[in-house]
């Protein structure tokens, strides 16, 4: 058995395309891939943020108050247009980013203390609503003023007009602190970047020590030698759960550097969370992983020996993608949150476990449970691949 092991490995060793998956990938090029996309996007949101945007506004007469307020805005300038017929070209030829269209009679209708309505134009398709936002802040502003001067002739004093304008106040007081609050943000990529490079550095090898043995005729000459199916099956086995192993350990490494060395590219609250996170979470981490691989590499040899060619296992394999992700993405559902029902579904559990790592509010207790019920599926999973392995109908379907 461990001749063969040994001789899977040495010929992955020699294959460009499997180190390429199992060790530039995970250290070298997913750090630079996230580092990157999270230093890109806060900057971009920064400068969305702060970017100078034009704006047209109509019926100015109307209510010179609040054409005021946006001239004074600091990063709105205005540009003129013919008329409100022309808002959607401009707005469609960046021209403008958004226009007001101020109403005749707007300034009676809030002396005679009736609510006015402004119309807004902009073009909404977008993730990060930043147009609407920074109208909505100047927009704010001038409301709370117009309360302010409505509620004057009351004479009322300094208390009594936060009461009139506010009756009741929220001040928060958050029992989680940096760590927990910004864990709960970005905790849930961590086990999806870990699982996907866990089942992508194995899926390679996967097809070419099932499928690909068959293509090359060399599988034959490995049923004749002395050793038993079931031995054969472990090696493989053990191959594929050394390379996802492997990969995934050397991602954790990687992610270890670069809070350690990079905390000066992230933001204040993520270099925080960064330092706060110890060698002992990545090391649970790191055991969970194990059962995890063990799951992938009996999936991925079972669908490879099954597979006729090396197309058909590269199809067979590519959905199995989808079924890793959905479960992972559960995890990130609200409501979602690490109890002794979601200790036992697979992957799901070792989802919301890491994240509450990362959170650092991870109950211990759990882990039992999440290890146990994780080691029994993938073992119950190796059953099938050996059971699948010995029929002659599965291995010779062509």
Request: overall charge positive.
């Given at each position: 058995m461990w001749t063969i092991y040994l001789k899977e490995l040495l010929e992955l060793a020699r294959d460009r395309?499997?180190?390429?998956?199992?060790?530039?990938?995970?250290?070298?090029?997913?750090?630079?891939?996230?580092?990157?996309?999270?230093?890109?996007?806060s900057s971009m949101f920064k400068q969305a943020s702060e970017a100078q945007m034009t704006y047209a506004m109509f019926g100015k007469e109307h209510s010179p108050r609040l054409a005021a307020r946006f001239a004074a805005e600091k990063g709105l300038r205005e540009v003129a247009l013919a008329g409100p017929g022309e808002i959607k070209r401009a707005i469609g030829d960046d021209r403008i980013k958004f226009a007001l269209v101020i109403p005749a009679g707007l300034e009676?209708?809030?002396?005679?203390?009736?609510?006015?309505?402004?119309?807004?134009?902009?073009?909404?398709?977008?993730?990060?609503?930043?147009?609407?936002?920074?109208?909505?802040?100047?927009?704010g502003g001038h409301n709370t003023a117009l309360r302010e001067l409505a509620l004057s002739d009351l004479k009322l004093n300094k208390d009594q007009l936060a009461f009139a304008l506010d009756p009741l106040k929220l001040e928060d007081h958050s029992t989680a602190d940096k760590r927990e609050q910004t864990g709960a943000m970005i905790g849930g990529l961590v086990p999806y970047i870990l699982l996907m490079v866990c089942l992508i550095s194995a899926m390679y090898p996967a097809i070419d020590t099932g499928a690909g043995e068959k293509e090359r005729g060399t599988l034959e000459t490995l049923l004749l030698a002395p050793v038993a199916r079931s031995r054969i099956v472990l090696a493989k086995f053990l191959m594929l759960f050394t390379v996802g192993l492997t990969s995934a350990l050397l991602m954790i490494v990687s992610l270890g550097a670069l809070l350690v060395f990079g905390a000066s590219l992230m933001s204040a609250d993520v270099a925080q969370m960064a330092r706060a996170i110890g060698p002992l979470d990545l090391a649970m981490?790191?055991?969970?992983?194990?059962?995890?691989?063990?799951?992938?590499?009996?999936?991925?040899?079972?669908?490879?020996?099954?597979?006729?060619?090396?197309?058909?296992?590269?199809?067979?394999?590519?959905?199995?993608?989808?079924?890793?992700?959905?479960?992972?993405?559960?995890?990130?559902?609200?409501?979602v949150?690490?109890?002794?029902?979601?200790?036992?579904?697979?992957?799901?559990?070792?989802?919301?476990?890491?994240?509450?790592?990362?959170?650092?509010?991870?109950?211990?207790?759990?882990?039992?449970?999440?290890?146990?019920?994780?080691?029994?599926?993938?073992?119950?999973?190796?059953?099938?691949?050996?059971w699948w392995f010995t029929r002659e109908e599965v291995l010779f379907r062509n």
């Open positions: 395309k499997t180190f390429f998956f199992t060790v530039f990938i995970p250290v070298i090029a997913m750090p630079l891939i996230f580092t990157g996309f999270g230093v890109l996007s009676d209708k809030l002396a005679r203390h009736e609510q006015g309505v402004i119309e807004l134009h902009y073009n909404s398709a977008s993730a990060i609503d930043i147009t609407r936002r920074r109208v909505t802040a100047v927009l981490v790191a055991l969970m992983l194990v059962p995890t691989a063990a799951m992938f590499a009996a999936i991925l040899l079972s669908i490879s020996v099954y597979a006729k060619s090396y197309k058909e296992a590269s199809g067979l394999i590519s959905p199995l993608m989808m079924v890793t992700i959905l479960p992972t993405l559960v995890a990130l559902l609200p409501g949150v690490l109890n002794w029902k979601w200790a036992l579904v697979p992957l799901t559990n070792v989802s919301l476990a890491m994240k509450e790592l990362v959170k650092g509010t991870m109950d211990y207790s759990m882990l039992s449970v999440i290890m146990l019920s994780t080691t029994v599926t993938a073992g119950a999973l190796l059953a099938v691949c050996r």
